[in-house]
Nanobody, 124 residues
């Protein structure tokens, strides 16, 4: 089945940066488009960013465009989310996921493998 494990979350001041990692084990996800989603307390899980299987194409939510960068290293079976200029409204649990389709989408229902999440808290 394979497993996704996120890391790199934590507490940071507004304006700061964090780099999240999503490491895959048990199987390779190099052929899957990958996505990052986030879920704030009491809210739905929202799309943040996605990347194609080879890493040539990316897409971002408008709220993070220009501040976040998604990337992947298929040799390491790892996906990253570099988050700069963090804001209080970025506070959430961040999840990585593997798409069950050959292309990425912004809908969480299109992703069939999920990590356990990592908490990001931005203090203002």
């Amino acid at each position: 089945q394979g497993q996704l494990v996120e890391s790199g979350g934590g507490l940071v001041q507004a304006g700061g940066s964090l780099r999240l990692s999503c490491a895959a084990s048990g199987r390779t996800f190099s052929g899957n488009p990958m996505g990052w989603f986030r879920q704030a307390s009491g809210k739905e899980r929202d799309f943040v960013a996605a990347i194609s299987s080879a890493g040539a194409s990316t897409r971002y939510a408008d709220s993070v465009k220009g501040r976040f960068t998604i990337s992947r290293d298929n040799a390491k079976n790892t996906v990253y989310l570099q988050m700069n200029s963090l804001k209080a409204e970025d506070t959430a649990v961040y999840y990585c996921a593997a798409s069950s389709y050959a292309f990425y989408t912004t809908s969480p229902t299109s992703y069939n493998a999920w990590g356990q999440g990592t908490q990001v808290t931005v203090s203002s």
